[in-house]
């Protein structure tokens, strides 16, 4: 595969930084240097912003859904086609196993798709408030959106931003991680390619540093900024976007726990969770962190367990068969490290130790998976989101410890149930005060079904149509039409 030299996209033109300045992006199995990338600044922030709101005026975007489900569906069919190349670019850049990498591509297309459907159904409503007048509620695009994207899963998550705010008619602007410049311009690029998209609709700038990302915020041009990332970047944002009152779309951190019941199957239920716990290596908002297992099969559990972890095969996302890649970066395996060190220095048990690993895989970001026990769920590894291949398993007697432990976090992104007992499945479910619960599986995530955090794992819904409500307002208009 050849290196990739990105560029932004401002008003329909592939163009550099203004000031020529690139950044590197490096395949983080092996350091090597992959592509480039644009390292803009506020110039080209404000360019792109412009662009955006200049667009959002015309009415051939934000008023034409016909087209906006057009452009869309030659998107998606574009994505379909290079599959293949972008699967495997997003491995390169992202360290993530093929398959995962594979299945990120066919759930964003499928993405695109359902959202090409909707953006011909926004419906408002009309009524009569008293004799001769009427109240109309239409729906309409807010306005510029700026999408700041991570770099965990790239694809899917740029997507799952942008497709609810270009069905929705609103312009907008692109920042993307550093990490992950090459694949997100990839992306666009079948995007800008498909026939009928008015220029300004889309822009992507790319940076190294964060001041783009910090002009979407601020600027007044911007009324909507959907943001996937960190609790403490997701703070900030919002402290930042106060003055300009945006609307927010904040999707953040989240600390999962699976709890899992005296008559689910340990044979069955450690592999899947152990999977769960490593997937994008660990670097995933909703992976398995806490593993809750009831008394009765705590000791199974955890031989079991213990087994599954073993049994995964870490190395090039490349190979065949391997269950984990590298981590994103360098600094991202020393500050996963020292938290590991200091869990490890701490907790109750230690079960499995990972650890850098060398031969052929010492070049790059490999870390192999940790798994301890603990009780006290105070502890700052049961509370803080560890974003690597780190697992906590600990022990409840009942049902109501079970959800009064998973209840103690200041986060509420995710969780799962493990049992073939319904009505305890349903109980728990409801108790758990998260977005999301699954029961018998962890993380699956899909167009259709909205995705969120409780508490501080962030502000509104991404997926779904509830999506839309992020980059629609809603306005209306009165008419005093008299009686005959
Ligand atoms: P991050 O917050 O460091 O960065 C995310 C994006 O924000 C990047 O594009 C980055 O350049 C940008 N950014 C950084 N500083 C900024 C600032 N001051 N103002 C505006 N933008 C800024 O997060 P990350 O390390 O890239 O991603 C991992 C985090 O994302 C984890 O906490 C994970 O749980 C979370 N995440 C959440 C979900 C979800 O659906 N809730 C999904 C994926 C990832």
Redesign the pocket.
């Given at each position: 595969m050849t290196n990739v030299t990105a560029k932004n996209l401002i008003n329909g033109e592939w163009v550099g930084a203004q000031d020529g300045a690139m950044g590197t992006s490096r395949n983080p199995a092996n350091q090597e240097a992959i592509g480039s990338f644009p390292a803009s600044g506020l110039a080209d922030a404000k360019a792109a912003i412009a662009a955006a709101a200049a667009a959002f005026e015309l009415p051939n975007w934000a008023q034409n859904p016909r087209l906006r489900q057009l452009v869309m569906l030659r998107w998606a069919d574009r994505l379909e086609q290079r599959a293949e190349y972008l699967a495997q670019l997003l491995t390169r850049e992202n360290g993530k196993v093929i398959a995962q990498s594979r299945g990120e591509l066919i759930g964003a297309v499928s993405e695109i798709r359902y959202y090409a459907g909707l953006t011909r159904y926004i419906p408002g409503h009309a009524f009569e408030v008293e004799p001769g007048v009427y109240s109309t509620m239409i729906k309409e695009p807010a306005g510029v959106a700026g999408i700041?994207?991570?770099?965990?899963?790239p694809v899917v998550?740029l997507i799952r931003s942008l497709t609810p705010a270009l069905c929705a008619g609103c312009t907008t602007v692109i920042?993307?991680?550093?990490q992950t410049a090459l694949i997100t311009y990839e992306v666009l690029r079948d995007l800008h390619e498909a026939q009928g998209l008015p220029p300004g609709v889309l822009n992507l700038v790319s940076e190294t540093g964060?001041a783009v990302?910090?002009e979407l915020?601020a600027s007044p041009d911007v009324s909507v900024i959907s943001?996937?990332?960190?609790?403490?970047?997701g703070a900030?944002?919002m402290a930042d976007a106060a003055p300009t009152m945006k609307k927010l779309s904040l999707?953040?951190?989240?600390k999962s726990c699976c709890l899992v019941f005296p008559d689910a199957d340990p044979s069955v239920v450690a592999p899947a969770l152990a999977q769960a716990a490593v997937i994008i290596s660990g670097q995933q908002?909703t992976a398995a962190r806490r593993i809750l297992v009831h008394g009765s099969r705590y000791d199974e559990m955890k031989a079991a367990l213990t087994q599954s972890f073993k049994d995964l095969r870490v190395g090039f996302g490349e190979a065949a068969g391997m269950h984990m890649g590298p981590l994103i970066d360098t600094t991202a395996v020393r500050h996963v490290q020292e938290r590991v060190q200091m869990a490890l220095d701490t907790c109750d048990e230690v079960i499995l130790k990972g650890g850098r690993l060398g031969g052929d895989l010492q070049a790059g970001n490999f870390l192999a998976p940790t798994l301890v026990a603990h009780r006290d769920t105070g502890a700052f590894f049961c509370q803080e989101?560890i974003?690597g291949p780190f697992v906590v398993l600990e022990r409840f007697e009942d049902e109501k410890e079970a959800v009064a432990r998973t209840n103690h976090t200041e986060y509420g992104?995710s969780a799962s149930v493990w049992t073939n007992d319904g009505a305890r499945a349903m109980r728990v479910s409801r108790a758990i005060r998260s977005g999301t619960i699954w029961i018998n599986d962890h993380n699956k995530l899909f167009a259709e079904a909205e995705?969120g955090?409780y508490r501080k794992?962030?502000i509104g819904r991404l997926h779904g149509y509830d999506a839309l409500v992020d980059f629609l307002e809603i306005k209306h208009i009165y008419q005093n039409a008299g009686v005959v």
């Amino acid at each position: 595969m050849t290196n990739v030299t990105a560029k932004n996209l401002i008003n329909g033109e592939w163009v550099g930084a203004q000031d020529g300045a690139m950044g590197t992006s490096r395949n983080p199995a092996n350091q090597e240097a992959i592509g480039s990338f644009p390292a803009s600044g506020l110039a080209d922030a404000k360019a792109a912003i412009a662009a955006a709101a200049a667009a959002f005026e015309l009415p051939n975007w934000a008023q034409n859904p016909r087209l906006r489900q057009l452009v869309m569906l030659r998107w998606a069919d574009r994505l379909e086609q290079r599959a293949e190349y972008l699967a495997q670019l997003l491995t390169r850049e992202n360290g993530k196993v093929i398959a995962q990498s594979r299945g990120e591509l066919i759930g964003a297309v499928s993405e695109i798709r359902y959202y090409a459907g909707l953006t011909r159904y926004i419906p408002g409503h009309a009524f009569e408030v008293e004799p001769g007048v009427y109240s109309t509620m239409i729906k309409e695009p807010a306005g510029v959106a700026g999408i700041i994207v991570p770099w965990n899963a790239p694809v899917v998550l740029l997507i799952r931003s942008l497709t609810p705010a270009l069905c929705a008619g609103c312009t907008t602007v692109i920042k993307p991680a550093p990490q992950t410049a090459l694949i997100t311009y990839e992306v666009l690029r079948d995007l800008h390619e498909a026939q009928g998209l008015p220029p300004g609709v889309l822009n992507l700038v790319s940076e190294t540093g964060h001041a783009v990302a910090q002009e979407l915020v601020a600027s007044p041009d911007v009324s909507v900024i959907s943001f996937t990332g960190s609790n403490a970047t997701g703070a900030r944002i919002m402290a930042d976007a106060a003055p300009t009152m945006k609307k927010l779309s904040l999707e953040l951190g989240g600390k999962s726990c699976c709890l899992v019941f005296p008559d689910a199957d340990p044979s069955v239920v450690a592999p899947a969770l152990a999977q769960a716990a490593v997937i994008i290596s660990g670097q995933q908002c909703t992976a398995a962190r806490r593993i809750l297992v009831h008394g009765s099969r705590y000791d199974e559990m955890k031989a079991a367990l213990t087994q599954s972890f073993k049994d995964l095969r870490v190395g090039f996302g490349e190979a065949a068969g391997m269950h984990m890649g590298p981590l994103i970066d360098t600094t991202a395996v020393r500050h996963v490290q020292e938290r590991v060190q200091m869990a490890l220095d701490t907790c109750d048990e230690v079960i499995l130790k990972g650890g850098r690993l060398g031969g052929d895989l010492q070049a790059g970001n490999f870390l192999a998976p940790t798994l301890v026990a603990h009780r006290d769920t105070g502890a700052f590894f049961c509370q803080e989101e560890i974003f690597g291949p780190f697992v906590v398993l600990e022990r409840f007697e009942d049902e109501k410890e079970a959800v009064a432990r998973t209840n103690h976090t200041e986060y509420g992104l995710s969780a799962s149930v493990w049992t073939n007992d319904g009505a305890r499945a349903m109980r728990v479910s409801r108790a758990i005060r998260s977005g999301t619960i699954w029961i018998n599986d962890h993380n699956k995530l899909f167009a259709e079904a909205e995705t969120g955090g409780y508490r501080k794992s962030g502000i509104g819904r991404l997926h779904g149509y509830d999506a839309l409500v992020d980059f629609l307002e809603i306005k209306h208009i009165y008419q005093n039409a008299g009686v005959v």
